[in-house]
Every structure is written in structure tokens, then in C-alpha cells.
């Protein structure tokens, strides 16, 4: 057990068709593979290049004029063209972390080492309810590895976080675990808990959708569960038109950080973006990320 608590620790908890602007690519691809980059099944990829200096400005004067302390990285997926907005500075993490969990998990599934349609039995000390639900199902209730995921993901569940930290104890070397996998910048703190920057953090969503650590099919599978995210109040409140997909991932510490990183699949114009905010879980901050997500994704559609 000792080995499963150290386990969570690294995940900051305790233990208590077409043509695009692009190129060509199959049809077939497209419809089996929506969520990953283009380029990887592009032919002479080609897009014309957008000049980001005004939006970084304007980001940086919404920073000032709001008095906020915070971190911004934006990437324009088609060309890499970036933006940070002190972007390299460590905050908490939180839930965030839940991402290279789930994808150490499907790592370890396709080493072979877990099932992921296997059952498993929720344990007493698995369950938390400081996020998710999962835990009203209480001790001895049974999914797969493969829900838990979903659940993870989607509700952001810490009940469901340690049945997989728990699955995964072991499974893996830690040169072959995403969090070292990618050299991501992340320190853990003395209290346990875990502190990244924006654009460390976008270098998961990253691997996801240029399918770098996992197989196309995984990685779809896992950006298709944070497309189906309930939590619809931060970067995806800035996005007016709902028919635009957004996979992203909330981090909710106490009354430390807020932050909202996905990839916004904006028709031929996708981006990432990772908003980490200082203070409260409250309206206010919720709207300044709303608001900051808004202003990119005007930009970027109108351009």
C-alpha cells in the first residue's frame, strides 16, 4: 500500500470527406481519426501563416487591466506558432493531472500490463469525494479500467484517479511514464501535491493529438473523453458557437489556481490553449477565463 500512496503522490493526491486549409487527406482517416492532427495523414501540408503579435498584446493587456496573476500558452496546431503569457511558471496543478494518469494507464494497457475492459473493485481507501461522484457508488462497486477513465476525464473523479493509480502502481518504469516520457517542467511540492506550467501542460494535449505517446486509437480515445467534459463554464463559455468541439481538462486547487487547458478544433484553425488563473473557484475567476478563451478564439476565427 505504501507504494500506492508514493504512486498517487505523483499525481498530486493523497491517500485520504475533405480538403482543408491543411492539405488532402483520406476521408476515411478524417472520420476515424477526428480528434488527432491532420498532419499526420497530410500530403504536402501547407497553411497560410497568421501574425499572433496584436492577440499577444491584447492578452496581456486583459492580464494587467484585470489585475490578474496568471499563466497563458497558445499554440496555433497548424504552423506552432505560440504565445506565452508567463507560460513556463509553475502553479497547482491539481486535477490537471489526471490527463497523464489516464494516459499512463492506456501506455500500460497496450504494454500489455493491465486490461482495460477488466473489472475492478472499488476499495475503501479509493474513495474521495472532493471531486467527481463516483464515490456514492461506495466500496465494492465494479467497472472497468476503461470507465474509470472516462469518468476520470469527463468529471474530473478523484474516487476514479485512484482506482487507476492503484491499477498502474508498478506497471510501468518511470522513464516510461508520460509525465517523464515528454520531459515535461513539473515539481512536487512538500505537501504532496504537484505544480506545472502552461505550456508543460500543453505538451500532453499535445502528444495526444499528434498521437506521440499512445496509438492513434488510444489517443483518439482519451481526447474524445475530454470533448465529452461536463465542465463547460471556462474556456468552452468563451467559444459562441457550440458546434465546436473543445477537449480540455479543468484544475481546481482549493483557492490557489484555477485553470482550463484543451485544443479547440475550430475548423481548419486548430489551437491549444491553457489558461491558469490565481484564486477562487468562483464566478468571477470562471469569467476571466471565459473571457481570455473568447478573445483568442475570435481572433483566431476572424483572421
Not at 47 to 76: C, P, T
Request: aromatic share 8%.
Amino acid at each position: 500500500m505504501m507504494g500506492v500512496v508514493l504512486f498517487l503522490a505523483g499525481y498530486g493526491l493523497r491517500m485520504s470527406t475533405a480538403k482543408s486549409s491543411s492539405g488532402n487527406f483520406s476521408s476515411s482517416s478524417s472520420k476515424e481519426y477526428p480528434l488527432l492532427a491532420k498532419r499526420l495523414f497530410v500530403e504536402n501540408p501547407n497553411d497560410h501563416v497568421i501574425n499572433f503579435a496584436s492577440l499577444r498584446q491584447e492578452l496581456k493587456k486583459y492580464m494587467g487591466d484585470e489585475s490578474l496573476n496568471g499563466s497563458i500558452y497558445f499554440e496555433y496546431l497548424p504552423t506552432g506558432t505560440s504565445i506565452r503569457v508567463d507560460g513556463d511558471e509553475l502553479r497547482l496543478a491539481a486535477s490537471l493531472i489526471k490527463l497523464p494518469a489516464a494516459m499512463d494507464l492506456y501506455r500500460a494497457a497496450e504494454l500489455g500490463q493491465v486490461d482495460l475492459d477488466k473489472k475492478v473493485t472499488l476499495q475503501e481507501s479509493w474513495i474521495d469525494g472532493g471531486y467527481g461522484t463516483l464515490y456514492q457508488k461506495g466500496a465494492g462497486y465494479k467497472l472497468t479500467l476503461r470507465d474509470a477513465a472516462k469518468i476520470m476525464l469527463t468529471e474530473s473523479d478523484n474516487t476514479a484517479l485512484k482506482a487507476i493509480a492503484y491499477s498502474t502502481n508498478g506497471k510501468l518504469s518511470p522513464d516510461q511514464r508520460a509525465i517523464n516520457a515528454l520531459d515535461a517542467d513539473i515539481s512536487q511540492n512538500p505537501d504532496l501535491t504537484v505544480s506545472i506550467g502552461a505550456r508543460s501542460y500543453t505538451s500532453f494535449l499535445k502528444c495526444l493529438y499528434f498521437s506521440c505517446y499512445l496509438t492513434k486509437d488510444d489517443s483518439q480515445e482519451l481526447l474524445k473523453y475530454l470533448t465529452e467534459s461536463t465542465f463547460d463554464n471556462r474556456i468552452t463559455a468563451g467559444i459562441d458557437d457550440k458546434s465546436v468541439k473543445v477537449a480540455h481538462k479543468i484544475g481546481v486547487a482549493n483557492t490557489t489556481t484555477q485553470s482550463d487547458c484543451g485544443i479547440v478544433y475550430l475548423p481548419s484553425r486548430n489551437y491549444a490553449l491553457c489558461i491558469m488563473i490565481n484564486g477562487d473557484d468562483n464566478a468571477q475567476t470562471n469569467k476571466h477565463i471565459a473571457d481570455l478563451s473568447k478573445k483568442v478564439y475570435t481572433f483566431v476565427k476572424t483572421r
